[in-house]
């Protein structure tokens, strides 16, 4: 039973460190490239379309759970 833990230990640095390698090299075609600008500014309206959606999905829950509080 012992035996196992440092396989599991480094299956589990190794997966570690290829998702770690994985988010730099995603961060550096993404920011890196010719179309940098455009992949910000896509990615800047993406986080605003949620962000939105995530205040209007507060709202009407608010507002379903009392409405006389809204107007």
Do not use: H
């Amino acid at each position: 039973m012992e035996s196992t833990k440092p396989l599991s230990f480094a299956l589990a640095a190794l997966v570690a460190l290829l998702a770690v390698g994985a988010v730099v090299e995603l961060l550096r075609s993404t920011f890196a490239s010719d179309f940098a600008v455009a992949a910000i500014a896509t990615i800047a309206l993406v986080a605003v379309a949620v962000i939105g959606m995530v205040v209007v999905g507060a709202r009407n829950r608010q507002w379903l759970s009392n409405p006389d509080s809204y107007w």
